[in-house]
C-alpha cells in the first residue's frame, strides 16, 4: 500500500509540474548551495593543507619578519644571514640547518620575457637531500640537479608547459635568467603544492651569482633531532635569537613558525568561513521547507473535497496522512536530488576555471558520496518534517466537512 | 419471506449549531433498509436529505440514536473502523462524480482497493472488467477532464463497485445530467439492483424517485410519507 501511495504521490506531482517546481527551487537552491560549498571549501583545504606537504612535522622555518611596532629606528630589521646559522645550529635540538634563498628573477626565452621563482639549492649533499626530500621533489623527465651543476636548472611542471612563452621548455632547452643562460636538465613531477610546480632551482652558488647577494638568507629551515618536541625546539631558537639580537620577546624581526601552526591559522579561518557559509545554506533551506508547507498547505485546502471522497471510498486517516505526508516528503527528496546535481556541477565547474586560471590543478572538487546521501536523506525528512502538520490537518479533515468542500 | 436488514436508522436527531442556537435538521427519524432494495429518498431541499445520506453511509453520526450497518453499530466505531467499513460495504456516488482530477478513468476505479489492501495485478482486471460493464473500456486512460458528464458518472458507479459493496449510495445521480443520460445511468441501477444490490438514492425529482421500488418522503427533517 505505501508502494500505491508513493506511486500515487509521483503521480500528483507530475500533474502539478509548475507548483511543484516552484516549491522545490527553494529547496534546491539551498541544497547546491550546500554541497558546492561544502565539495569546495573541502577541496580549498585539501589544497592549501597540499600546499604545506613540502613541510614535514619535524622541520621549523625561519623566516624575516618586519616588526612596524615603536618609534622608527627602535627596532632594526635584521635580515637572516650565515651568522643566524650559527646561532641556530647550536640550539638544542636542532639536527641540521638548511638555509634557502627565494627571489623573482626576470627570465627570457622564445624572444618572451616574463617573471619567475627561482629557488636555490645547497650544494653540501646532506642539505641537498633534505630539501629534496622535504618538498617531495621527482623528476619526471631529465635529471635533478647535483653538485658542480652550475649553469643549470631544473623547472616545475607548470614551468615546463611554457605558457607565457608560447613554447615548451624541455631538457636540453636553454633559458636566460637576468641575461644568463642555463641548460634545464630536469623537469619536477607535478605537485599538490603550486609553488613547487612554479619555481626554477638552481644551485646556490648560481643564485647567489646572479643576485649578487652575500651572507643573506630568505628561510632557514631547522631539522629537529628525532625525540625532540618541535614546539619546545622552536621556542629555543626564539629565544636563543633574540639574546643574540638583542630583542625583547614581542619584538622579534624573525618568525620561527612550526608546520603545524601555519596549517591550524589556515584551517581556522577556512573553518569560520565554511561554517558561515553553511549557515546562511542552512537558511536558505529552511526557506525552501517552508515553501514546501506552504505548498502541502494550499495543497491541502484545494483538495479537500478529494479528501473528502478518498476518505467515503475508505481511506482511513493513517492512508491520508500517508499519502499527503510522503508527497512533501518526495518533494524534499528530489528537490534535494536536483539541488545535488546542481550543486556538484557547480564545484567542479568553478574550480575548473580556478585552475585554468592559476594554470595549474590547485583545487580537486572532492564530491564525497556520504556528504550527498546524508543531504538527500536530510531533504526527504525535511520535506516530511514540513508537511507534516497540513497532512495532519489533512488527515483529520471529517468526511462531510470536506465533501462540503 | 424475512429479508435482511442491511441498514437500520433507529430514532435518529442530527442537530447542528449555528452559532448560538441549535438547529434540528433531521429529528425523529426510524428507518429499515432491507437487501436488494431499490429505495429513494425524496424531499425538497432543506429537507434533510443530506444529512439523512451522510448518516445512512456512516459519513456522519447522529447526534442521537442509533445506526446499524450490517447488524454492527456505527454510532460505537472510531473512524479508521468507519473508513473500513465504508470501503468495504458501501460504495458512493455523487451528484459532482468527484473523481481524482489528477487520475485517469482506469487509476479512479482501482482506488477504493488499494485502501483495501488489493494486489495490483487482482486491481487492473476488475477496474478494467467494471469499466468494460459500464461501457467505458475506450475511455480507460482518460482523465476525467477529458470526459464528458455521462462517461464520469459511469466512472463514478465502476468506482462504486471496485470493492463489490453491498450498498450503492447515489446522491442526485442524475442532477448534473441530460434526460437522455440521466435515463441511461437510472437503468443501470436497475440492471444493479436486479444483480442483487442494494441501491439508495436521494432526489429532489419525484419522476425520478418513481423509478425506485420504495419511496421515503422527507419534509423538515422528518419522514412524512413511505411508499412501497
Known amino acids: ?405 | 419471506m424475512t429479508k435482511e436488514k442491511i441498514i437500520q436508522l433507529e430514532n435518529i436527531c442530527k442537530r447542528y449549531k449555528m452559532g448560538d442556537s441549535i438547529i434540528p435538521a433531521v429529528c425523529d427519524v426510524h428507518l429499515d433498509i432491507y437487501k436488494g432494495d431499490f429505495i429513494a429518498i425524496v424531499g425538497p431541499s432543506g429537507s434533510g436529505k443530506s444529512t439523512m445520506m451522510n448518516m445512512v453511509g456512516a459519513l456522519d453520526l447522529a447526534s442521537t440514536g442509533d445506526i446499524f450497518l450490517d447488524k454492527i453499530n456505527i454510532e460505537k466505531l472510531a473512524e479508521s473502523e468507519l473508513a473500513q467499513i465504508r470501503g468495504k460495504k458501501i460504495g458512493f456516488i455523487f451528484q459532482t462524480f468527484n473523481l481524482i482530477p489528477t487520475l485517469n478513468a482506469l487509476e479512479n476505479v482501482m482506488l477504493p482497493m488499494i485502501f483495501q489492501g488489493t494486489p495490483a495485478k487482482a486491481r487492473l482486471e476488475r477496474a478494467k472488467k467494471l469499466l468494460v460493464d459500464v461501457k467505458l473500456s475506450h475511455r480507460m486512460f482518460h482523465l476525467p477532464n477529458e470526459l464528458s458528464g455521462g462517461e464520469r458518472q459511469r466512472v463514478a458507479i465502476a468506482r462504486s463497485l471496485a470493492n463489490d459493496p453491498d450498498v450503492i449510495l447515489a446522491d442526485e445521480p442524475t442532477g448534473n445530467l441530460d434526460s437522455k443520460t440521466g435515463a441511461e445511468i437510472l437503468d443501470m441501477f436497475m440492471e444493479l439492483n436486479k444483480k442483487g444490490k442494494t441501491i439508495i438514492m436521494i432526489t429532489h425529482d419525484n419522476n425520478l424517485a418513481k423509478k425506485a421500488k420504495r419511496i421515503v418522503y422527507l419534509k423538515d427533517g422528518k419522514i412524512i410519507k413511505m411508499h412501497g
Open chain 1, 1 to 405: 500500500m505505501i508502494k500505491d501511495f508513493f506511486l500515487l504521490a509521483i503521480n500528483n506531482m507530475k500533474k502539478r509540474k509548475l507548483r511543484s517546481f516552484l516549491t522545490m527551487l527553494g529547496i534546491f537552491i539551498g541544497i547546491a548551495a550546500i554541497v558546492s560549498l561544502i565539495s569546495l571549501g573541502q577541496g580549498l583545504q585539501t589544497a592549501i593543507t597540499g600546499q604545506f606537504s613540502s613541510l614535514s612535522t619535524d622541520k621549523l622555518t625561519i623566516q624575516n619578519a618586519g616588526t612596524g611596532f615603536g618609534p622608527p629606528g627602535s627596532t632594526v630589521v635584521e635580515k637572516l644571514n650565515d651568522h643566524d646559522i650559527q646561532v641556530i645550529g647550536r640550539v638544542r635540538g636542532v639536527k641540521t640547518v638548511v638555509s634557502r634563498l627565494l627571489r623573482v628573477v626576470r627570465v627570457e626565452y622564445n624572444d618572451v620575457t616574463s617573471f619567475n621563482y627561482i629557488a636555490d639549492l645547497p650544494e653540501e649533499s646532506d642539505k641537498m637531500k633534505i630539501v629534496y626530500d622535504s618538498m617531495t621533489i621527482m623528476a619526471k623527465e631529465g635529471r635533478l640537479l647535483k653538485k658542480d651543476d652550475r649553469g643549470k636548472v631544473i623547472i616545475g611542471s607548470s614551468v615546463a608547459k611554457g605558457i607565457e612563452f608560447d613554447k615548451e621548455i624541455t631538457v636540453g632547452k636553454k633559458i636566460i635568467i637576468q641575461g644568463r643562460e642555463f641548460e634545464v636538465v630536469g623537469v619536477l613531477k607535478e605537485s599538490s603544492s603550486f609553488q613547487v610546480n612554479l619555481v626554477i632551482i638552481m644551485l646556490n652558488d648560481d643564485v647567489a651569482d646572479l643576485l649578487n647577494i652575500q651572507d643573506e638568507w630568505d628561510i632557514i629551515v631547522a631539522q629537529v633531532e628525532t625525540g625532540e618536541k618541535t614546539e619546545e625546539v622552536a621556542k629555543n631558537i626564539e629565544r636563543a635569537m633574540r639574546k643574540d639580537r638583542d630583542l625583547k620577546e614581542g619584538e622579534e624581526d624573525f618568525s620561527v613558525q612550526t608546520p603545524l601552526q601555519a596549517i591550524s591559522s589556515i584551517n581556522q579561518i577556512l573553518n569560520i568561513i565554511n561554517i558561515i557559509v553553511v549557515g546562511i545554506a542552512f537558511i536558505s533551506i529552511l526557506v525552501g521547507g517552508i515553501g514546501v508547507a506552504n505548498t502541502m498547505y494550499t495543497s491541502v485546502l484545494e483538495r479537500k473535497k478529494e479528501i473528502g471522497t478518498l476518505k467515503a471510498i475508505g481511506a482511513k486517516n493513517s492512508h491520508v496522512l500517508a499519502i499527503f505526508i510522503i508527497e512533501s516528503g518526495l518533494l524534499g527528496f528530489i528537490g534535494g536530488l536536483i539541488g545535488v546535481i546542481i550543486g556538484a556541477s557547480l564545484a567542479l565547474s568553478l574550480s575548473s576555471l580556478a585552475n585554468n586560471f592559476v594554470g595549474t590543478q590547485i583545487i580537486t572538487v572532492q564530491l564525497s558520496i556520504p556528504l550527498m546521501i546524508s543531504v538527500l536523506v536530510f531533504s526527504f525528512l525535511m520535506g516530511i518534517l514540513f508537511g507534516t502538520i497540513p497532512s495532519y490537518q489533512a488527515s483529520k479533515l471529517r468526511p462531510v466537512d470536506a465533501l462540503r468542500g
